[in-house]
């Protein structure tokens, strides 16, 4: 059996932009490990094979062992085809049994069972057509499976599934070193620190209302305050930080100030002073001192969201903070407000006052207007900067991966670019 | 019809706020016209609405000095099919 794990290029993966600009929809994290470890976990599969957009395919093979966008991984096996935003804690279809596609309401599929002989029938032309093949010719079920549909589903579902993906791990006392005085509330089974982890004099780990797990090779210096339930991911260094609960930091980041329910994908700093609440930050984001963002609006209302710009998404939650796409970069006294999306390689020059809602990729936010700014090679080359500082390169394949992105997004861009420039010309 | 040498002085005095009887083909916008790195990226967008082009943000940032700006500009203009007085 084979999982077949698939991120189509439709307009619905960009309800999770800028974050799925640069990587398929599974590779978000929620909780302590990403969507596809856990749809794999789930359905037990190891020999995996994946599927997503043509331009993320090449910088992606660098990042995984499983076949990308290879047709051949669709011969040879019983195949278990999921869509990445299944949401695996409640997807409950067996992975063995005859041949059938779960489609939802829209008539999407959600999964298909297609077993080696079904497959020896349908066309290998394409994925795509393969699975318009599966869709034809295999029965349907109309499946109501839970997914996720919007980035702020994750932050939202952070804390819970933390508390799940912590008892799934199954892992808890101290194999790192602790350095004392210290303190550990709550009952030590709610505690994991992993070999390798440094914790400081004068640090406070709270499991009292949820566990902690703090990956190998993390360091925590002093008077940093860990609330659970928290993940600290691989050789992330939290710097006196005051670390509130529902926080997932994946790997290699850097975190000071105030964090609350937050997701950071990996690879990031949030080194100094300054609250970050209900976001998702993506990796290689530089948060300048005291960059801040509002998780809450004055009259508790539902926060909305303009992924595009123009149009606004209710959440349907009184607390969501900012989307802040790869690789973005803040300066000292950056204020976000509710809801804010800020794009991938977007930088962003602080004017005092809270920033537009949205601002797009690449595009320089300076003195208060959208701007192209010193261009595409200039944000390259600081990319490439901060990359190698943490042991990674800046490839040919990555750059071919960043051209076509802000092809994507230049319509929004210039929109953004066009609107700032009629509010220069009127000054 | 103005030129573009006097389009690109009008621009540049509006945005750096020097009077366009102080500017000189040879100047330099840092050096000599005191544009900060803010102010290029102005300056940029200003020429780009002036004359309907698009210009391309690295070619365009490493033109030093306004006589060059007038040139570049110029070209620009030629390849996307803008008419201008020389």
């Known amino acids: 059996m084979r ?50 957009p043509d331009y993320l395919a090449a910088t992606y093979r660098t990042r995984t062992k499983c076949p990308v966008n290879e047709v051949s991984a669709l011969t040879g096996d019983d195949l278990f085809l999921v869509d990445a935003r299944v949401k695996a804690d409640s997807f409950d279809v067996p992975a063995g049994g005859a041949g ?34 599966a869709k034809a010719n295999l029965p349907h079920v109309n499946c109501g499976l839970a997914t996720w549909n919007y980035t702020w589903d994750l932050i939202l579902a952070n804390p819970a599934q933390l508390v799940a993906d912590y008892a799934a791990a199954g892992r808890h006392g101290i194999e790192g070193a602790i350095e ?33 797990y703090i990956d190998e090779g993390a360091e925590i210096h002093p008077f940093t305050r860990i609330e659970g339930p928290c993940y600290i991911g691989k050789k992330s260094i939290l710097l006196g930080a005051k670390c509130r609960e529902g926080n997932s930091i994946g790997p290699v980041c850097r975190v000071g100030g105030e964090l609350e329910e937050s997701i950071i994908q990996g690879y990031s700093n949030k080194y100094h002073d300054g609250f970050i609440g209900h976001s998702y930050v993506g990796e290689w984001v530089n948060l ?30 009184p607390k969501v903070g900012a989307l802040i796409g790869d690789h973005a970069k803040t300066s000292i006294g950056t204020l976000f407000n509710t809801g804010s999306c800020i794009g991938a390689m977007a930088i962003i020059m602080a004017t005092g006052k809270p920033l537009p809602k949205t601002i797009p990729s690449f595009a320089w936010f300076v003195e208060g207007l959208v701007t192209k700014g010193f261009g595409r090679s200039t944000l390259y080359e600081t990319a490439a900067m901060a990359m190698s500082r943490r042991g990674r390169q800046w490839t040919e394949a990555e750059q071919a991966m960043w051209d076509a992105i802000f092809e994507i997004t230049a319509p929004m861009r210039k929109e953004a670019i066009q609107k700032s420039r009629r509010a220069m010309m009127a000054k | ?51 309907g082009i698009e210009m391309d943000e690295d070619a365009a940032l490493s033109v030093e000095t306004v006589g060059a700006a007038v040139k570049f500009i110029t070209n620009v203009c030629k390849e996307q099919g803008v008419d201008v007085e020389e």
């Not at chain 1, 009952?187 to 949820?210: F, N």
């Not at chain 2, 040879?26 to 290029?40: I, N």
Request: overall charge negative; some cysteine; proline content about 5%.
């Open chain 1, 3 to 52: 999982l077949i794990l698939f991120d189509r290029g439709t307009e619905f993966r960009e309800h999770f932009f800028p974050l799925t600009l640069s990587r398929p929809l599974w590779e978000l994290r929620c909780g302590i490990t990403s969507l596809g470890e856990k749809l794999q976990a789930r359905t037990g599969i190891g020999d995996a094979a994946c599927f997503l």
């Open chain 1, 180 to 212: 004392q005085p210290n303190a550990i509330r709550g009952s030590k089974k709610d505690v994991y620190v992993a070999p390798g982890v440094t914790i400081h004099p004068m640090v406070v780990i709270d499991a009292e209302h949820g566990p902690v």
């Open chain 2, 1 to 51: 019809m103005a030129t573009v040498a006097e389009r690109v002085k009008a621009v540049t005095a509006r945005v750096l706020r020097v009077p366009p009887e102080d500017i000189r083909p040879e100047h330099s916008f840092t050096e000599d016209l005191g544009a900060e790195s803010v102010q290029s990226i102005e300056l940029v967008a200003m020429f780009e609405e002036e004359f």
């Open chain 1, 288 to 317: 300048g001192a005291l960059t801040t963002n509002s998780d809450l609006k004055n009259d508790y209302s539902t926060v909305s969201v303009m992924l595009d710009g123009k149009h606004a998404i209710d959440t349907g939650s």
């Open chain 1, 100 to 133: 059938e596609v779960g489609l939802n309401e829209q008539g999407e599929i959600l999964y298909a069972r297609v077993t080696q002989a079904d497959a020896k029938k349908l066309s290998h032309d394409n994925f795509e057509a393969f699975l318009d093949a």
